[in-house]
């Protein structure tokens, strides 16, 4: 059985950092891309950040520069370093696990308030 669980989220100032962190069980870690969706409240799902099997980031625009997309796969484990935080990075941030299939976490509520 296939478990994706995110942590990490919180409360956090503007300008301040969190990291999120995604545990996979149940797969072949190291076969799978990995990332980082986010649903603000009254907006679309976004893609933040996503990572292939081999190592390879890519980000959305509105966090090129701030989030930092990695993974363990010793561990089986991808991490969402979040820095320069902004009110509007509020949002469910949700881990996926992409082969053939996909497969997604509950999600974490990230607050950026002051």
């Known amino acids: 059985q296939v478990h994706i669980v995110e942590s990490g989220g919180g409360l956090v100032q503007p300008g301040g950092s969190l990291r999120l962190s995604c545990a996979a069980s149940g797969i072949i870690f190291r076969a799978y891309a990995m990332g980082w969706y986010r649903r603000a409240p009254g907006k679309q799902r976004e893609l933040v950040a996503t990572?292939?099997?081999?190592?390879?980031?890519d980000y959305a625009e509105s966090v090129k520069g701030r989030f930092i997309i990695s993974r363990d796969n010793a561990k089986n484990v991808v991490y969402l370093q979040m820095n320069s935080l902004k009110p509007e990075d509020t949002a469910v941030y949700y881990c996926?696990?992409?082969?053939?299939?996909?497969?997604w976490g509950q999600g974490t509520q990230v607050t950026v308030s002051s």
């Open positions: 990572i292939t099997s081999f190592g390879s980031a």
């Open positions: 996926y696990a992409e082969n053939r299939g996909d497969y």
